[in-house]
């Protein structure tokens, strides 16, 4: 089974920089697609990236380009996401899941094709 917990949340000022771990356990990361997603109090959840886990394929919302990154390290078992440039409109929580199939390329348009969650980190954007 696996397991995904994301770490690096916290209050940044606008136009500063955080970076989000979404650490895997069970079986390697690597063996599948990992997305981000956010969510922010009465919205419905937004993919924000998204990478393929054969390809290492990227995808970003268009709300991000430019501004954040999405990375893996094997070793670690770990992916990351560099978030630069940060707006109060960043704000909510950030979840990483995963998904087996997304092996060549991977897309956050649909949150419900993830199979496994983990259970978020709060990002807050204010002066």
């Known amino acids: 089974q696996l397991q995904l917990v994301e770490s690096g949340g916290g209050l940044v000022q606008p136009g500063g920089s955080l970076r989000l771990s979404c650490a895997a356990s069970g079986v390697t990361s690597d063996s599948y697609g990992i997305g981000w997603f956010r969510q922010a109090p009465g919205k419905e959840r937004e993919g924000v990236s998204c990478?393929?886990?054969?390809?290492?394929?990227?995808n970003y919302a268009d709300s991000v380009k430019g501004r954040f990154t999405i990375s893996r390290d094997t070793a670690k078992n770990t992916v990351y996401l560099q978030m630069n440039s940060l707006k109060p409109e960043d704000t909510a929580v950030y979840y990483c899941?995963?998904?087996?199939?997304?092996?060549?390329?991977?897309?956050?348009?649909?949150?419900?094709?993830?199979?496994?969650w983990g259970q978020g980190t709060q990002v807050t954007v204010s002066s």
């Open positions: 990478i393929s886990s054969v390809f290492r394929r990227t």
């Open positions: 899941a995963a998904r087996v199939r997304f092996g060549v390329t991977c897309s956050v348009a649909e949150p419900t094709l993830y199979d496994y």
